[in-house]
C-alpha cells in the first residue's frame, strides 16, 4: 500500500490546516488508516486514527482540536487541524495497517509533511 500526503504547510498559532492522505488501495482493504507525527529531537507520536469498525481515536494533545475523516471513494484520510499550537510543529506521517491471515500484521508509512506553526 502506497500512501501519499499532501497539505502541510506554516502557519501562525490559532489558523488551521488540512492534511490528506491518499491510499493506492481501498480504505475498504485496511484495518486501520490514521496519522502520526515526529517533532526535531522527539519520538514519532500517535496523533489520531479510524478503524475498520469506524472507531476513531485522540491523542489528548490534540483532541478536540483536530478532526479525522475519511472519503472512500477518493481512499483518502484528512486530519483537519484546528487552533494550531506551536508544538504542533512537526512532521506529520500518515499511517495504514492490514491484517490478514496469509500476511499477518502489516504497516505501511508515507512520506511524510511538514507542518510548522509559528507563535
Known amino acids: 500500500v502506497d500512501l501519499v500526503e499532501s497539505g502541510g504547510g506554516l502557519v501562525q498559532a490559532g489558523e488551521s490546516l488540512r492534511l490528506a492522505c491518499t491510499s493506492s488501495?481501498?480504505?475498504?482493504?485496511?484495518?486501520?488508516m490514521g496519522w502520526y507525527r515526529q517533532a526535531p529531537g522527539k519520538q514519532r507520536e500517535f496523533v489520531a486514527r479510524?478503524?475498520?469498525?469506524?472507531?476513531?481515536n485522540y491523542a489528548d494533545s490534540v483532541r478536540g482540536r483536530f478532526t479525522i475523516s475519511r472519503d472512500n471513494a477518493k481512499n483518502t484520510a484528512y486530519l483537519q487541524m484546528n487552533s494550531l499550537k506551536p508544538e504542533d510543529t512537526a512532521t506529520y506521517y500518515c499511517?495504514?495497517?492490514?491484517?490478514?491471515?496469509?500476511?499477518?500484521?502489516?504497516?505501511?508509512w508515507g512520506q511524510g509533511t511538514q507542518v510548522t506553526v509559528s507563535s
Open positions: 479510524f478503524t475498520a469498525a469506524r472507531v476513531t
Open positions: 499511517n495504514a495497517i492490514r491484517s490478514s491471515v496469509l500476511q499477518g500484521r502489516r504497516e505501511f
Open positions: 488501495e481501498s480504505i475498504f482493504s485496511l484495518n486501520a
